[in-house]
């Protein structure tokens, strides 16, 4: 894999492929990465011709210090896993590169889809952040497709709906969310989790899995099958943040599960605040 750190370069190793109108896949990663990044390289290996992933820490998008100085790095791990799942450039520049002296634009989006969830807890400057970080690096690559993880869900909502704003041209294609054998979520904060936290993480996907099965059960109603998460979730000493029941498109909180729904969840384990969801397909009403 080439690494690359300055835009200009960036752009000087793409003008020879896009020349030969070969598609160009953007895996956006804060680095850390794990086997859920590893799917999004896959699914851009299958799908483009020439595969760059960029490896950027973001400050703007960490509304916690203590987040930002304890987020996992080591490049060199990241560009030997990059180079191993068939990625053609990586691009891994400074704080600088992105944010110039003198950097004075915020791409903002507004309305339910960054106030509820992750933006009522995080605070607007998180979705602020992730806006702005995307929209210049789908504009510094220009791919044809990008690709996002699942398991921030609410963040591929924000991203589709810029990009579809904004005129952005580009794929945005999102891809299932990884789990260890036991159901946790990839996640690159899971290296936060030591000892009886790696057990009690547990809680949030079985909390996910307690709300599916009152759904799979008969149960529409949402207040009932968010209580049933949560129940499952106090099994493990967790208290979940939030466990919501809303509508996958617009994250709007649900009353009655009819359709799809779905189902999202956030909680603190020791020092370590994790997220998870599931999609779910209220099964049709007999009779
Ligand atoms: O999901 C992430 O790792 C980040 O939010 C992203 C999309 C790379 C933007 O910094």
New binding site residues.
């Given amino acids: 894999v080439r690494l690359v750190r300055t835009v200009a370069d960036l752009r000087a190793a793409l003008r020879a492929p896009r020349l030969q109108e070969r598609t160009i896949g953007l895996v956006?990663?804060?680095g850390a990465l794990h086997d859920g990044h590893l799917a999004l390289v896959a699914r851009a290996r299958e799908t483009c011709h020439e595969v760059v992933v960029?490896l950027?820490v973001?400050p703007r998008?960490f509304d916690d210090a203590g987040d930002l100085a304890a987020y996992p790095r080591d490049e060199r791990r990241d560009a030997a896993l990059v180079a191993e799942a068939g990625a053609d450039l990586l691009f891994a520049p400074a704080v600088g590169e992105v944010y110039p002296e003198g950097f004075a634009t915020t791409v903002s989006v507004r309305g339910p889809l960054t106030e509820t969830l992750e933006g009522a807890h995080r605070g607007r400057a998180h979705f602020d952040g992730?806006a702005t970080?995307?929209t210049k690096?789908l504009n510094m690559v220009q791919p044809d497709v990008a690709f996002?993880?699942q398991k921030?869900a609410q963040?591929a909502l924000v991203i589709r709906r810029f990009v579809r704003d904004l005129d952005l041209p580009v794929r945005i294609d999102v891809v299932p969310i990884v789990r260890e054998a036991d159901g946790l979520a990839l996640s690159s904060r899971n290296v936060h989790l030591h000892g009886a936290d790696r057990e009690r993480a547990l809680a949030l996907a079985s909390g996910l899995r307690a709300a599916q099965a009152r759904i799979a059960a008969g149960e529409r109603d949402a207040q009932a099958i968010a209580a049933a998460g949560r129940d499952a979730m106090r099994a493990f000493d967790v208290e979940p943040e939030y466990l919501a029941v809303v509508d996958p498109e617009t994250l709007t909180p649900l009353r009655a599960v009819e359709g799809t729904a779905l189902i999202a969840v956030a909680a603190r384990v020791g020092p370590t605040r994790l997220i998870d969801n599931v999609l779910v397909q209220a099964p049709e009403k007999a009779g």
């Fill in positions: 956006p990663t804060m960029s950027f973001n998008q992730v970080v995307v690096l996002f993880g921030d963040q």
